[in-house]
């Protein structure tokens, strides 16, 4: 099957909030309406919570913004969504990730670029992705550099991209084109 599984929604299926929120988001990315929020604002209240949840992680979470990014861009590279890592290029230069970045979190945890923090968080990512559990090893290099509350804050944004990853791949979500 080619194209959307689930298009995005017009005015009366996401509601003037939704559409005008996406159109506003579309405008400070540099890209048309984010078809993130028009597809999931179909289910309008779970859209809100959904959102209220994911700005929590970020750009709300306590982890350094630029850890955030390569986090996420590692989540979208391991699960093979370009929807993802495209919109996360654009706001992770924001963030200060640079391009020799974006090179090596496609490497990973193994890129003679990462300090030793970078290496335990995408260690670790790594890690949740293929067994969805951490070892000691890797649980520990983890808290050597976060406390509890950022620990618990790293699993859940985690998690959270793994399962917006599955949502965008499996809706066949395409990576918004730019403004023009």
């Given at each position: 099957m080619s194209g959307p599984r689930i298009t995005s929604g017009n005015w009366r299926q996401t509601g003037p909030v939704i559409r005008g929120f996406s159109k506003l988001a579309g405008r400070a990315m540099g890209t048309k309406d984010p078809q993130v929020f028009l597809v999931l604002g179909r289910t309008k209240r779970l859209f809100w919570g959904w959102l209220m949840f994911a700005g929590g992680l970020m750009p709300g979470g306590k982890l350094p913004r630029r850890e955030t990014e390569l986090i996420?861009?590692?989540?979208?590279?391991?699960?093979?969504?370009?929807?993802?890592r495209a919109h996360h290029e654009r706001i992770g230069k924001r963030a200060g990730v640079t391009p020799e970045d974006l090179v090596a979190v496609t490497v990973g945890p193994t890129a003679k670029h990462w300090n030793a923090r970078e290496v335990a968080l995408l260690a670790a990512v790594d890690e949740l992705h293929d067994k969805k559990d951490l070892s000691d090893a890797n649980w520990a290099a983890l808290r050597e550099h976060l406390d509890e509350r950022r620990s618990v804050e790293f699993l859940l944004l985690t998690g959270h991209y793994e399962m917006l990853a599955t949502a965008l791949n499996t809706l066949r979500i395409e990576p918004d084109p730019p403004r023009k």
């Open positions: 996420i861009l590692r989540v979208a590279t391991l699960a093979g969504s370009a929807y993802e």
